[in-house]
């Protein structure tokens, strides 16, 4: 017992069970052109994925954790959300109109987390928080901090997230699996009917410019005749 404390003691002080910094910059860049865009987060997200013991009570304890943000455009309409994992290998990172979890972190299969009570905890992000800039500061400032499973883990790095863009009352609230895609779906939509729109209003401005590129041409066919 004394051989097996000292040993979990060892692996500890010297980060044996570590793995790899937050340090992305790709991620960095990506944040950064949010900025750009006059992008800002609107709202915040902590979910959670089973591990290795799906449905259990271990795996109501050891579970992953992840953390979405939700972008809205300059008029504050949501048009993106940007997903971050945390973990021994890195960080796992998407920006897209539905993000789902990485399978390389969690069990996310939907037969296994479709009932997982408050997979996602929500809250509005704090007016001070929804520059991207501020995000960006956060992930530099610990862009070398080494992962570490006891004290630097996943579910550390997700309340980080979520507790550095909520406000002071930390008001949050609880959406199942179902829910969240609902309206990841909502938000797919506006954003093809949107694209759509722009792409029909190119459309015609293109077909006008060529009637008067033409009709131009015509009148100078006439007046050298």
Not at 31 to 48: A, I, P
Not at 209 to 222: F, G, L, N, S, T
């Amino acid at each position: 017992m004394l051989t097996g404390l000292l040993l979990f003691y060892f692996l500890l002080m010297f980060s044996f069970v570590s793995g790899l910094p937050l340090d992305n910059d790709q991620l960095f860049e990506s944040v950064g052109n949010m900025t750009k865009s006059n992008y800002t987060f609107t709202r915040v997200c902590r979910f959670k994925d089973w591990t290795y013991f799906a449905g259990s009570f271990v795996g109501k304890i050891i579970n992953h954790h992840g953390v979405v943000l939700e972008v809205a455009n300059p008029q504050g309409q949501a048009v993106q959300f940007l997903q971050m994992e945390y973990g021994a290998r890195g960080t796992f990172w998407q920006i897209a109109t539905a993000p789902y979890p990485d399978a390389r972190y969690g069990i996310v299969a939907m037969d296994k987390v479709a009932g997982m009570p408050c997979r996602y905890k929500c809250g509005d992000v704090d007016p001070a928080q929804r520059s991207p800039e501020r995000l960006l500061w956060f992930l530099k400032k610990y862009r070398k901090q080494g992962y570490n499973i006891f004290h630097y883990n996943c579910i550390v790095f997700a309340e980080m997230v979520l507790n550095f863009h909520l406000p002071a009352h930390r008001k949050t609230e609880c959406f199942t699996t179902a829910e969240m895609q609902q309206h990841y779906g909502e938000v797919s939509r506006r954003v093809a009917a949107a694209a759509a729109e722009a792409t029909k209003a190119d459309m015609i401005a293109a077909e006008a410019a060529r009637v008067a590129a033409e009709a131009a041409a015509a009148k100078a066919d006439a007046e050298n005749s």
